[in-house]
């Protein structure tokens, strides 16, 4: 079970240089009984001095850094999982910054309906085999090829930056290098280490941040808007 006795300092905790600058999306992978859930808190880089946000090498494309990395033990109850991660998007930086991004896919509404009645406003991602993305009511459909191939972008354009000192950050390595995305001849998008064996819960959770942050970058595809109001299917 997960228990803080004491205050427990946050990696994600520091001082920014842009009150107003800085946004964050926060990835949830929610675990199912046998599994891990696990965070990621990915900040789109704040303004520079001159008041633009910094930009990848040929000034077109914004920069993301991991400020953050959770696993929670198995067998920690999702009630708990949603005061933690409520104390979290109370902490600055991220207060009234942040978007949170919840994978239901397994768990179902009920679970996730537990961060919006704390006025959490997720946005629930529910994960398919589909070509496109989707909105169903309030619930968003992803395929599973749209969430690898924002992650790959960012990592193979260098446009994502994981801090040494993140907790977690060598089980991120591990998980990203037993990662496998493959087109098949029959350009069907087979996935090894993706829920069938090894753990890549921590490459899910900064998937699901990347992914949004990507989506809503322009207005092609448009902007996601999900409602404040209970979750249904």
């Given at each position: 079970m997960l228990t803080?006795?004491?205050p427990q300092r946050r990696s994600v905790l520091r001082a920014s240089n842009d009150d107003i600058g800085p946004r964050f999306a926060v990835g949830l992978d929610l675990g199912q009984v046998r599994d891990y859930t696990a965070a990621?808190?990915?900040e789109r880089?704040?303004?520079?001095?001159?008041?633009q946000e910094q930009t990848s090498a040929d000034g077109s494309l914004?920069?993301?850094?991991?400020?953050?990395?959770?696993?929670?033990?198995?067998?920690t109850t999702y009630p708990e999982i949603v005061d933690d991660i409520e104390a979290l998007l109370a902490e600055p930086p991220l207060t009234g910054r942040t978007r949170l991004i919840v994978d239901g896919t397994g768990v179902g509404v009920p679970v996730v309906n537990l961060f919006q009645a704390r006025g959490l406003r997720p946005v629930p991602i529910w994960i398919t085999a589909g070509e496109?993305?989707?909105?169903?009511?309030?619930?968003?459909?992803v395929p599973k090829r749209d969430l690898v191939a924002a992650l790959q972008v960012l990592l193979q354009s260098h446009r994502l930056k994981i801090a040494r000192n993140v907790p977690e950050r060598e089980i991120l390595v591990r998980e990203l290098l037993a990662f496998r995305a493959k087109i098949t001849t029959k350009a069907n998008?087979?996935?090894?280490?993706?829920?069938?064996?090894?753990?890549?819960?921590?490459v899910f959770a900064l998937a699901l941040a990347a992914w949004?942050?990507?989506?809503?970058?322009?207005?092609?595809?448009?902007?996601?808007h999900v409602r404040v109001g209970e979750i249904r299917m």
């Open positions: 803080r006795s004491t990621a808190v990915l880089v704040p303004a520079d001095p001159s008041g914004p920069m993301y850094h991991l400020r953050h990395l959770e696993r929670y033990p198995l067998g496109t993305t989707s909105c169903k009511g309030k619930i968003v459909r998008d087979t996935y090894e280490a993706w829920r069938e064996g090894d753990h890549d819960d921590m949004f942050f990507e989506r809503t970058r322009t207005s092609r595809p448009p902007r996601l």
